[in-house]
């Protein structure tokens, strides 16, 4: 008698039990125990008749389907208070712990084909190592970049002085009004970088009164002379602080 056996590789009992429950189409949580032990041991003699190594835990599992299909065939005893539904809803199936397995292989294996398509994928990437570049590299500083000052960024920066100045003012305060002009404001402000001995200094140093009124004087006076050209404003990075200086040759308001 030839036999025509078509098999596959199976890495387990429970792979090959799942194999069969897709095959044939069975709703894992409802095995037909009688049906699926039929088609499996009949892949266990296939094996055997191509004389091929048949695994201890093949031949367990076949033993667990015919002890789970035995214990399905047993009479099952009912007290008189229950009829035949409700005694075997109480009674344990015994198909349940196979079907845990399954479910708990089935997650793990659905896992496994998961990081292997990933690992085919990175297979496709290839990478190689940082080059020396340090023979490109510029013996000579890097030149330092100076933003343009926008509007908005002393407007910002004008928000976070008064933040500052809130911060700092004390508790109690003795008011004087100071009645101070923008075209005085500005001929300080020039006289204060004229003064200095860097001829730059922080946006922060042009506000040392705490008087709301002076602060806002001498912003304006900032604004006014960003607009006639007479002062310079840098600033270095994003966010970072603003410097105020006067422009080279210009020593009074107007000139």
């Known amino acids: 008698m030839i036999y025509s056996v078509k098999t596959e590789a199976f890495e387990g009992p429970l792979d090959l039990l799942l194999h069969l429950i897709n095959r044939l189409e069975i709703d894992i949580y409802d095995i037909p125990v009688a ?3 039929e088609q499996y041991l009949g892949y266990i003699h296939a094996m055997k008749e191509l004389q091929l190594d048949v695994a201890s835990e093949y031949l367990v599992m076949a033993a667990t389907l015919l002890a789970i299909k035995s214990k399905m065939l047993l009479p099952k005893y009912e007290e008189e208070s229950y009829d035949h539904e409700d005694a075997y809803d109480l009674e344990e199936d015994p198909r ?3 079907v845990e397995k399954l479910l708990e292989y089935r997650a793990y294996k659905n896992a496994a084909s998961e990081f292997k398509e990933l690992e085919q994928d990175r297979s496709l990437v290839f990478t ?5 570049l340090s023979e490109y590299a510029s013996s000579a500083e890097p030149e330092k970049l100076e933003l343009d ?4 960024d002393m407007l910002g920066a004008f928000q976070k002085l008064l933040r500052r100045k ?3 003012k004390p508790i109690t305060a003795k008011i004087e009004r100071q009645e101070v002009s923008i075209e005085t404001r500005m001929k ?3 006289d204060f970088l004229a003064s200095s001995a860097a001829r730059k200094v922080s946006f922060y140093d042009l506000f040392p009164l705490p008087e709301k009124q002076h602060i806002v004087v001498t912003f304006v006076s900032l604004l006014e002379l960003m607009k006639l050209r007479n002062i310079i404003v840098e600033q270095d990075t994003n966010f970072s602080e603003i410097y105020v200086a006067a422009k080279e040759g210009v020593v009074a308001v107007g000139s």
């Open 35 to 37: 049906k699926i032990t």
């Open 166 to 168: 809130k911060i700092q």
């Open 96 to 98: 349940d712990e196979l």
């Open 149 to 152: 000052v926008t509007l908005y």
């Open 188 to 190: 300080d402000i020039m």
């Open 128 to 132: 190689k190592p940082p080059s020396d």
